[in-house]
């Protein structure tokens, strides 16, 4: 984990490098012509700038040490922060004290909200929205993904299956020459003739799909245990 000073220091970086942008961006553009959330973010900017070095007379003054009252519903929390913990212990350097648990909760909503310019002028009720929308955005993003994949390998075995039916022979006549029959892709066969699909049960197309998918099924879990052992393939 970062300390304090190399946070400070990136993130000071972080809101130099943003308002040379800004100001950059509208620096011939009239002051009334400014979007007015351009002017809240660079006036966030220049506050946080300001207020980023704490003086040594303040910190002074405060307290070392605080307590925090424990309720019912303060302790359901704090379990649900600590088996959280639990499984990224690496966060608080292995320490599950309620002291290490707090400092890091609180450090990660400075670090990742509060200083987040995006975020200051947010209510608490637009923030957890925000979360909400971007744990939703990425299921639409994966589920976006995999239907591009799908997309493009149904389209590229498409391409090769009508590629591959224009060089299969029929047969080999008197003379010893291959005859080609006609493409079995081509629109004239399927309105003549009809085709197979896998959702007629009794068709051998259905049959082969059926058998196709636990094979692929079977390797796919084939696949995760490898994954799971590291790499290693284990048969117990």
Excluded at 123 to 132: I, P
Aim: no cysteine.
């Amino acid at each position: 984990m970062k300390d304090v000073f190399e946070f400070k220091t990136e993130h000071l970086k972080n809101l130099a490098k943003r308002k040379n942008y800004l100001t950059k961006k509208y620096q011939d553009v009239l002051a009334d012509d400014v979007p007015i959330s351009i002017k809240k973010e660079l006036k966030t900017i220049e506050n946080l700038i300001l207020s980023a070095d704490m003086p040594d007379e303040f910190y002074r003054k405060k307290p070392t040490t605080f307590s925090i009252k424990n309720s019912h519903d303060e302790e359901w929390y704090f379990q649900q922060m600590s088996r959280w913990i639990e499984k990224h212990p690496q966060v608080t350097d292995g320490r599950f004290g309620r002291g290490s648990i707090y400092k890091f909760a609180l450090h990660f909503f400075v670090e990742n909200i509060a200083l987040n310019t995006a975020n200051t002028t947010l209510s608490s009720e637009k923030l957890a929205e925000n979360v909400k929308t971007m744990n939703q955005n990425n299921t639409q993003q994966n589920d976006s993904q995999l239907i591009r994949n799908i997309e493009n390998m149904t389209s590229l075995l498409l391409a090769m299956q009508q590629k591959q039916f224009n060089y299969i022979p029929e047969r080999i006549d008197e003379q010893g020459m291959v005859q080609y029959a006609i493409s079995p892709m081509t629109h004239f066969e399927l309105e003549q003739f009809g085709f197979e699909t896998e959702i007629n049960p009794n068709k051998e197309l259905s049959k082969v799909f059926v058998n196709y998918k636990k094979i692929r099924n079977q390797d796919k879990q084939l696949i995760r245990k490898i994954n799971q052992k590291g790499g290693t393939l284990y048969d117990d």
